[in-house]
T-cell receptor, first 112, second 113 residues
Framework: GENVEQHPSTLSVQEGDSAVIKCTYS??????FPWYKQELGKGPQLIID?????GEKKDQRIAVTLNKTAKHFSLHITETQPEDSAVYFC???????????FGKGTHLIIQP | KAGVTQTPRYLIKTRGQQVTLSCSPI?????VSWYQQTPGQGLQFLFE???????NKGNFPGRFSGRQFSNSRSEMNVSTLELGDSALYLC????????????FGEGSRLTVL
């Protein structure tokens, strides 16, 4: 089945700086890659996603890039703000029947 | 439009008991998936229902089961509870899972003593 590795597990950045979270996946048949933000006591919230026919997608301060050849995708957050502090999960879905396979999560800390 | 609603939000059970969790998807969504979230294993796929049929199943023992009703609402059941079943159980709905875009509820936090 699919295996998703996510790095780093914790990321601390100064407010206003950029944050980058990286994920790799193993199943070349995977074709959908969403990113979720989870705040304490809440369920994961979809923040951006990308499909395998696209290399990059942006939504205001958030962007995701996908490299199908290398089987990795990244989340970029620019001009970070205190409300960006949360746990971020990458995920992949595709060929198999296992639903979304999630990375282990990145705890993003925005330092004031 | 209302989001995914899960009940109960918190519950405490003892080993050997069983538990039933409920999920009401977003109106118009026909696919409901269930995930288990623990600190050690992260988010793991349990199963997915579409039009009252289990379409996919993750790698969990048979003690974990579910069903979906004609109005797309779903329940999951865990029998013979073990300490390791303590987790946040998340329900996610989508128009059709094949299209992605899963929307999660707040989860049901189960503690097994």
């Amino acid at each position: 089945g699919e295996n998703v590795e996510q790095h780093p597990s914790t990321l601390s950045v100064q407010e206003g700086d950029s944050a980058v979270i990286k994920c790799t996946y193993s199943d070349s048949a995977s074709n959908y890659f969403p990113w979720y933000k989870q705040e304490l006591g809440k369920g994961p919230q979809l923040i951006i996603d990308i499909r395998s026919n696209v290399g990059e997608k942006k939504d205001q301060r958030i962007a995701v890039t996908l490299n199908k050849t290398a089987k990795h995708f990244s989340l970029h957050i620019t001009e970070t703000q205190p409300e960006d502090s949360a746990v971020y999960f990458c995920a992949a879905m595709g060929g198999g029947a296992d639903g979304l396979t999630f990375g282990k999560g990145t705890h993003l800390i925005i330092q004031p | 439009k209302a989001g995914v609603t899960q009940t109960p939000r918190y519950l405490i059970k003892t080993r050997g008991q069983q538990v039933t969790l409920s999920c009401s998807p977003i109106s118009g969504h026909r696919s409901v998936s269930w995930y288990q979230q623990t600190p050690g294993q992260g988010l793991q796929f349990l199963f997915e229902y579409f039009s009252e049929t289990q379409r996919n199943k993750g790698n969990f023992p048979g003690r974990f089961s579910g069903r979906q009703f004609s109005n797309s609402r779903s329940e999951m059941n865990v029998s013979t509870l073990e300490l390791g079943d303590s987790a946040l159980y998340l329900c996610a709905s989508s128009i059709d899972r094949e299209e992605g875009e899963l929307f999660f509820g707040e989860g049901s936090r189960l503690t097994v003593l």
